[in-house]
């Protein structure tokens, strides 16, 4: 292969024009197809970009003229179109979510499973373009090369997301039950829980306040705190909303060797002299502190230029020009159910006012889901036209 033949699913969607315009500055990328339910807007994609049009993705990845496909279309269909093309050989690059609850997430991964034995090249990822900020990736090599020593409490407050009403009224599937699934938690904070879970790992128990439409007119969730227990005893806290400006992103990691402090641009490394637990046992003072050795890190800029989410595609197609494997991937694609898992532990703990113990009771949260659908008698806004540039938004 000397170059892979991209087709875009949700084609003439903001966040699949995000990603279009910058295919062409990706070696080996040949975008050539793509697909939208809104005849309109899949005509201007033909026309600009001088692809094939399908008004059927199921039509596109079937047809031979791909040889990977990006998952752009609204969340409820991601696992459909993923599970169609891993039984046609056909790579999948996935937006997030990967699906709306974690039990659709591990049928996607049960079907990549099945489907390489019949395509053993066959390659899944996500775009989970925030872990190619130099930022986090430091924060990550921090934590796997023992940076804290071990976790004794972690917190981030990202309420940086703050969306207008206007936001939500521009599409009628916005921050319904049926359209999205949820709100802040599954639309704008997917990122912000994979990393949670890609710097700490998974917490073993949940409990959350969620409210619903608090500062805007919708029915699902744009506040949230959660407090989460770790299997070593070590606790958290994480906060966002949808609805607070100016917003904060501060992440504190705090260990028995050190501190991490964040701000998502710049890393602060408080580096202790001995562990925490030796100097609460050995020292003569009756307070006092550990020594620490404040270090301001500066991260190297990465290779390969252009923003994250070109990043994250450049690497998929790399991967599948050089013959790689998942290994090779920035976000494998199976990752994407661990972030997943622990927003819907939030929103089901909120919602039942019960904490919530993961792996999650998967079925039970898929029926809660339902039952919202089922039960909503909410009217939306009239919708409104907005600009499609989703530069800086989810």
Not at 110 to 133: E, S, V, W
Not at 198 to 212: E, N, Q
Not at 255 to 284: F, M, N, W
Request: aromatic content about 8%; proline content about 4%; hydrophobic content about 40%.
């Amino acid at each position: 292969m000397d170059r892979v033949r991209f087709g875009v699913i949700g084609a003439g969607g903001s966040m699949a024009g995000l990603h279009i315009r910058t295919f062409d500055q990706i070696d080996g990328l040949a975008f050539t197809a793509a697909s939208d339910v809104d005849a309109d807007a899949l005509a201007e994609v033909v026309e600009e970009h001088g692809v094939r049009g399908f008004a059927d993705a199921s039509a596109m990845i079937g047809s031979g003229e791909i040889d990977a496909v990006l998952i752009a279309c609204p969340h409820y269909d991601h696992p459909r179109f993923a599970m169609e093309a891993f039984d046609a050989g056909v790579h999948v690059l996935c937006e997030k979510p990967v699906a709306v609850t974690a039990r659709a997430a591990q049928e996607v991964n049960d079907a990549y499973a099945a489907a390489r034995k019949k395509h053993p090249g066959l390659i899944f990822a996500g775009m989970f373009n925030q872990r190619t900020n130099p930022v986090w990736k430091e924060i990550k090599r921090l934590c796997e090369h023992g940076g804290v020593g071990e976790l004794m409490r972690v917190s981030w407050t990202i309420t940086t997301w703050f969306r207008t009403q206007t936001y939500y009224d521009s599409g009628g599937w916005r921050a319904t039950w049926a359209g999205e699934g949820g709100g802040v938690l599954i639309n704008q904070c997917p990122h912000n829980l994979d990393l949670f879970q890609w710097f700490v790992g998974m917490p073993s128990r949940v409990h959350a306040h969620v409210s619903l439409g608090k500062y805007h007119h919708i029915e699902v969730e744009d506040d949230v705190t959660a407090v989460l227990e770790f299997p070593s005893g070590a606790v958290g806290t994480f906060v966002t909303s949808t609805g607070q400006s100016p917003g904060i992103n501060r992440l504190e990691i705090v260990g028995e060797l050190g501190t991490i402090i964040s701000d998502g641009a710049s890393l602060t490394h408080r580096r202790a002299e001995q562990p925490v637990s030796e100097y609460c046992r050995t020292s003569k003072e009756r307070s006092g502190s550990v020594p620490v050795t404040d270090l301001a890190i500066t991260p190297a800029s990465p290779s390969g230029g252009g923003g994250e989410h070109q990043r994250v595609t450049a690497n998929f197609v790399e991967t599948l020009l050089a013959g790689g494997t998942q290994d090779d991937l920035v976000a494998p694609g199976t990752e994407m159910i661990y972030g997943l898992e622990l927003g819907n532990a939030m929103l089901m703990a909120g919602l039942t006012k019960q904490p919530v113990d993961l792996p999650t009771d998967r079925a039970a949260f898929a029926a809660l889901i339902e039952e919202l659908k089922a039960k909503s008698t909410f009217e939306k806004n009239e919708t409104v036209a907005t600009s499609k540039d989703l530069a800086g938004s989810h």
